[in-house]
Nanobody, 123 residues
Framework: QVQLVESGGGSVQAGDSLRLSCVAS????????MGWFRQAPGKARDLVAA????????YYGDFVEGRFTISRDNAKNTVYLQMNSLKPEDTAIYYC????????????????WGLGTQVTVSS
């Protein structure tokens, strides 16, 4: 079983940047697809970005519009989400999640989840 712990959230102004981190422990990290999801109050949980084990394949939700970058450091068991040009509509709880070895965008295939970190963007 893997444990995922997110950090880096906070309250910022529109246009600011944040860097989220997710540290994994308890199971092999380097051969798993990792994803960042977000959920705003009353809304579904959406996939923000995903990255395969080798960092050779990434995906971003349409709403990202080139503002976010997902990356990973397998030596540190850590996945990052760099968020620039933040907008009020980016306000949500951001979750880190782990899937299997095969790159996937299907939420049901992400079996391990962190507790989330709150991101609040004010105008």
């Amino acid at each position: 079983q893997v444990q995922l712990v997110e950090s880096g959230g906070g309250s910022v102004q529109a246009g600011d940047s944040l860097r989220l981190s997710c540290v994994a422990s308890g199971r092999t990290f380097s051969d798993h697809t990792m994803g960042w999801f977000r959920q705003a109050p009353g809304k579904a949980r959406d996939l923000v970005a995903a990255i395969n084990w080798a960092a050779s394949n990434t995906y971003y939700g349409d709403f990202v519009e080139g503002r976010f970058t997902i990356s990973r450091d397998n030596a540190k068991n850590t996945v990052y989400l760099q968020m620039n040009s933040l907008k009020p509509e980016d306000t949500a709880i951001y979750y880190c999640a782990q899937a299997g070895a095969i790159f996937t965008l299907e939420i049901w295939q992400y079996k391990s989840w962190g507790l989330g970190t709150q991101v609040t963007v004010s105008s």
